[in-house]
């Protein structure tokens, strides 16, 4: 394949979000094949680190971290004399259009050269207006959520209002994506997200590590409390097994109370963010997700990528998309405590079903490696270049 030009649009580069960490595996991948990779960044975060190698050139549209406010309406706000509010909304105008410049002149840099523009996120899309219907400029709109869960913000809007007309709009989900083909979209497909890693170990080590795992960020959408609750329920009958959550966040405290109210401070554990997840899943027998909502949850993708079962609420399409139920997991309604708690219970107790589910984790993970997800995409570029946005 000749070398693509690709430029992955991101809200912040070095957040440590799903998106940023699917973006950084694709450019890897891509990278490694020769490929001019670069990043167009609408912000980034003060003094922290990237998933990205520092090989990867980053354009700040924002240099100074700016963050527009929301646009207002200016003639009623004439009419009543907020002279200062029409003020800051005249300023704000001018200065998000001077960067819809400098996002001009950073593609103009890759003169008639075809150029694929990956927007992991929606709301970078507001400065692409200018480049939008360029002959060499190819747009790929992705979302990385659930219908769902775009519909309770403002992302929502966003998606309708600019992913019309890119050259592709993809989705994490079938399910998700014939939501859009209803509302309109003639552009749309579907996209899986990779794994940064496969690696299979024999499903009898594993379970003799007896270590329950689960990951993200220490939220309430997250439903950790609930994880704490279901294992509570069931740790009397489940003798040496222990439970081990990843990650950071405002809910860490409070989870902490709750692990002590339960008296399992010797056996459920708060481990804080981990610069190795394959290590920790590696050293694990099954995962747990208990999320409130997803999209294609990376945390169950990676788990199974490890030859892990996984315990999960039923909280996304994406959810069935990447486990099949009864075969290398089990599912649970979202909230439901005494069900996620047995199904623990059941995995925990019955090795022979444990072996069955890892082996079968692993072999349906196949679908996620990133070889085959890059593959995909290739396919992909081939088949818009040389076309028009929205053809």
Sequence with gaps: MERKNIVFLINEFNNHGGAQRVASILTEEFMEDGHNVSILSVNQQKKAPSYFSKEVPVTLIHKDNYRPAAAIELSSNLKQGKFIKVSKELNRRYRLQKQREDVKNFFEAFGDEEVFVIAIQVYGMQWMQPVLYQNNIKVIGQSHESVEAARSSQRYKRILSHYRQVSKF??????????????????????????????????????????????????????????????????????????????????????????????????????????????????????????????????????????????????????????????????????????????????????????????????????????????????????????????
């Design 170 to 391: 993809l989705l994490l989900t079938k399910k998700d994506e014939e939501h859009f083909k209803e509302a309109g979209f003639t552009n749309t497909g579907v996209m899986y997200n990779p794994s940064p890693f496969r690696h299979l170990t024999p499903p009898e080590i594993l379970y003799e590590h007896k270590k329950i795992v689960s990951s993200g960020r220490l939220v309430a959408g997250k439903g950790f409390d609930v994880l704490i609750e279901s294992f509570a329920s069931v740790a009397e009958k489940i003798p040496g097994w222990t439970l081990h959550i990843y990650g950071e966040g405002p809910a860490k405290d409070s989870l902490q109370s709750l692990i002590r109210i339960f008296d399992l401070e010797e056996r459920v554990f708060l481990e804080g963010q981990t610069e190795d997840i394959e290590a920790s899943l590696r050293e694990a027998s099954f995962f747990v997700l208990s999320s409130k909502a997803e999209g294609l949850p990376m945390s169950l993708i990676e788990a199974q990528s490890c030859a892990l079962p996984c315990v999960s609420t039923d909280c996304a399409p994406g959810i069935r998309e990447i486990l099949t139920e009864y075969e290398d997991s089990l599912i649970a309604p979202v909230g439901d405590i005494h069900l996620l708690g047995r199904h623990i219970k059941r995995l925990a107790e019955n090795p022979e079903l444990f072996y069955s589910y890892s082996r079968k984790a692993y072999e349906n993970s196949l679908k996620f490696d990133k070889k085959v997800i890059k593959q995909q995409w290739y396919k992909l570029f081939e088949e818009l270049g040389g076309r028009r946005d929205g053809q």
